[in-house]
């Protein structure tokens, strides 16, 4: 790596998957550890208790190894979200191999590109890719594991026990977005699992009685941690949906599988609210919901406890430390912000260009957090030159703005690189939003900056309005005229009939004003 990011006291033996599943597979070997539910009924397809779930991860982990396959080697998951992918992850990382997370929504080419930039050794998919210029470059053919495969593995493979890795080894390869260029590969370490130890109290509040059912896929740390990692380590059980993501569908989904947490992006929960046929006793073994992944619009978490009688909370994280600041059952909200630095981590916010002590409150810059986070991925998989620009003294910016007032509630204002420059004055776009999106006639917003000549950028408002509503710029710049400094003030206003989204539901803000 070109700059230590972690700086840890000790470097133990330490292994993600054992963390996760041994203990509970000794103390409670069988309660259920994972649910798989196949369709609305609610009923379970699948149920995995804690001593068949650590076999048939154990037994993924011998069947690798006896494939050839050796300490470091990636193994790229390109699989619907079932048991099989979820299995496959904890079992290569109990191989002391690097699992990869990869969506199954992935075009060939783009599923291509993580292939060859990670130099995976096998690639978990119901078919081969065209491998193009990877074999013309002498990058040897991965090994290809079919879904038969994998249910062979999990059931034949030869047992073997967790390997003996240490917390500084790299335990799986997820990569980011894309939403400017190609996706970057965030490497974590197997400490990264102890990193998460903050948010079992800091946001979910969790217990071993906990049956938490989460709305994303496996390719997004987000699910990969709340929805797995998160359930098992703290002895719960974890419950996947595999049907069809009909947002009406969730609350029924809830009351049938006894979920006492449910998880998803801003979206999933607008989402519910608007189709679904909902009371207060319409999921009543729900205790709270949890949301991550963008900003909520305006009146989300109100209509939410109105509506379901539960309390939301947010949290907000990156790939490459995973949630670090959120609110919880001891964490009230407070309006504007997304809450504090979790129990245990240390967060601050540095000058915008990164340089000097910690900003006073209230001051706007970039939200940093300290590098003896364990929770803080090893680096970027060979990119040093940007991984060299995150480093800041003893802090790991990742390029959010915010602020932090004297009570340690931080404001999140969006991204450092998306921030607009508009007539010479610095906007958040996410502010901007925030107003436009009480507009009654507006569905969606995302804003962005726009250059309208060679050397004029303004601040560009891209809207989708509601069914049946007129597109009128002009009453929508006298509404954000009424809210907002003039300089903050869409001058660009463009109709759109959806907002540009990345697999998990995030707005690309890049692609708006090349559209």
């Known amino acids: 790596m070109h700059t230590p990011l972690y700086t840890p006291s000790h470097n133990l033996p330490f292994n993600m998957a054992r963390y996760c599943l041994a203990g509970a597979a000794a103390a409670t070997p069988g309660k259920p550890a994972l649910i798989v539910i196949a369709d609305a009924s609610g009923a379970p397809a699948e149920i995995w208790t804690y001593a068949d779930l650590e076999d048939a991860v154990l037994r993924t982990a011998g069947a690798l190894h006896a494939m050839g396959l050796a300490a470091g080697d990636r193994v790229m998951i390109r699989l619907d979200n079932t048991s099989a992918y979820a299995i496959l992850f904890f079992g290569a990382i109990a191989a002391g191999l690097v699992a990869l997370p990869a969506s199954s929504q992935l075009t060939d080419r783009e599923a291509l590109f993580l292939l060859e930039d990670s130099t995976a050794a096998a690639l978990a998919a119901p078919s081969p890719l065209s491998l193009g210029a990877r ?306 006639d507006i569905a969606e917003v995302a804003c962005a900056e726009v250059a309208v000549r060679a050397d004029v950028h303004v601040v560009g408002a891209f809207i989708v309005l509601k069914p049946g509503a007129t597109p009128d710029a002009t009453d929508i710049r006298s509404f954000a005229a009424e809210r907002l400094a003039a300089y903050k003030c869409p001058r660009e206003i463009r109709f759109v009939d959806a907002l540009p989204r990345t697999a998990n539901g995030k707005i690309k803000r890049a692609a708006l004003v090349s559209s």
């Open 135 to 440: 074999v013309g470059e002498g990058f040897p053919q991965p090994l290809l594991l079919t879904p038969d495969d994998i249910a062979r593995m999990m059931r034949e493979g030869p047992r073997i026990d967790y390997a003996p890795t240490r917390a500084e080894d790299p335990a799986f390869l997820i990569y980011t977005s894309g939403t400017t260029a190609n996706p970057k590969g965030v490497l974590h370490a197997q400490r990264v699992a102890v990193g998460r130890r903050p948010m079992y109290q800091g946001w979910y509040g969790i217990t071993m009685e906990d049956r938490v059912l989460h709305a994303g896929a496996f390719n997004w740390t987000f699910t990969l941690g709340v929805g797995l990692t998160d359930p098992w380590a703290n002895g719960a059980t974890a419950i996947v949906y595999t049907g069809e993501k009909d947002p009406a569908r969730w609350p029924a989904l809830i009351d049938k599988t006894e979920a006492t947490l449910f998880a998803g992006v801003p979206g999933v929960f607008r989402q519910i609210l608007k189709y679904a046929d909902l009371t207060l006793s319409s999921m009543p073994t729900l205790r709270h919901a949890l949301m991550a992944g963008e900003a909520p619009p305006p009146g989300l978490f109100e209509d939410w406890t109105a509506t379901t009688g539960t309390p939301l909370y947010e949290g907000l994280g990156m790939s490459e430390i995973s949630t670090y600041i959120s609110t919880g059952p001891d964490v009230p909200r407070k309006p504007g912000t997304v809450g504090k630095a979790q129990p245990g981590r240390r967060v601050a916010i540095l000058a915008p260009d990164g340089t000097g002590a910690p900003l006073p409150p209230d001051a706007e810059g970039l939200i940093a957090v300290h590098r003896s986070d364990p929770g803080l991925m090893l680096g970027y998989w060979n990119r040093p030159g940007e991984q060299a620009d995150i480093v800041r003294g003893e802090w790991f910016a990742g390029g959010d703005i915010g602020r932090m007032d004297t009570d340690g509630y931080i404001a999140h204002l969006g991204r450092n690189n998306e921030v607009m420059k508009a007539l010479g004055y610095r906007v958040s776009p996410m502010e901007v939003e925030a107003v436009l999106a009480a507009h009654p």
